[in-house]
């Protein structure tokens, strides 16, 4: 069952431009993490906010999340053509032994 | 560098075929996943193990079946292939550390056709 839901699904913006995803889930989670995967290929790990936290950031990206309203956001800074890709949220809860709930993503085109 | 490898990118299998798809990490992680992605469904799992010989129900077990004998190989098994488990396979591997669930390092995939 996908916990996450990223909105929105598909996001055309031009190079250097800020590109914002947001992700909406519906029960209580220890951490959220946003993955991105370009066409064809895995995913890759871009940045993990547990539920204390309110924001974290690296490189161009910051990511949010309010746990009162069960959201997160990613704000990509300054995008680029490389950034194009599908950006996934997946949220962990304490209890499940590892495993992700993965959204179905927000599907990115920067053009150059 | 963190690696998990699958043993195909590319596979085309009859229906009714038995397939193995394998998956190896090197990073010594407690944790595996297998995925399958399908476009519009986004990531859904089909099994996990958190131990050697330990294995988890994900939420589309039909049709499949798992094998973690060694710590750092988990294989996906495809007792009858069937033309609905076309699909791309996703597998991951993740650590426990002090308790807490990190990250999720993923294989390039396996893009399996089964005819």
């Known amino acids: 069952s996908q916990q996450g839901e990223e909105d929105p699904q598909a996001l055309s913006i031009q190079e250097g431009e800020n590109a914002t995803m947001n992700c909406s889930y519906k029960?209580?989670?220890?951490?959220l993490q946003w993955y991105r995967q370009n066409s064809g290929r895995g995913l890759v790990h871009l940045i993990l906010i547990r539920s204390n936290e309110r924001e974290k950031h690296s490189g161009r990206l910051r990511v949010t999340l309010d746990t009162s309203k069960k959201s997160s956001s990613l704000l990509i800074t300054a995008s680029r053509a490389a950034d194009t890709a599908s950006y996934f949220c997946a949220t962990g809860r304490g209890s499940t032994l590892g495993r992700l709930y993965f959204g179905r993503g927000t599907q990115l085109t920067v053009w150059p | 560098d963190v690696k998990v490898t699958q043993s195909s990118r590319y596979l085309v299998k009859r229906t009714g075929e038995k397939v193995f798809l394998e998956c190896v990490q090197d990073m010594d992680h407690e944790n595996m996943f297998w995925y399958r992605q399908d476009p519009g469904l986004g990531l859904r799992l089909i099994y996990f193990s958190y131990d050697v010989k330990m294995k988890e129900k994900g939420d589309i077990p039909e049709g499949y079946s798992v094998s973690r004998e060694k710590k750092e190989r988990f294989s996906l098994i495809l007792e009858s292939a069937s033309t609905n488990q076309t699909s791309m396979y996703l597998c991951a591997s993740s650590a426990t550390t002090g308790g807490a669930y990190n990250e999720q390092f993923f294989g390039p995939g396996t893009r399996l056709t089964v005819l």
């Open positions: 029960t209580s989670i220890n951490n």
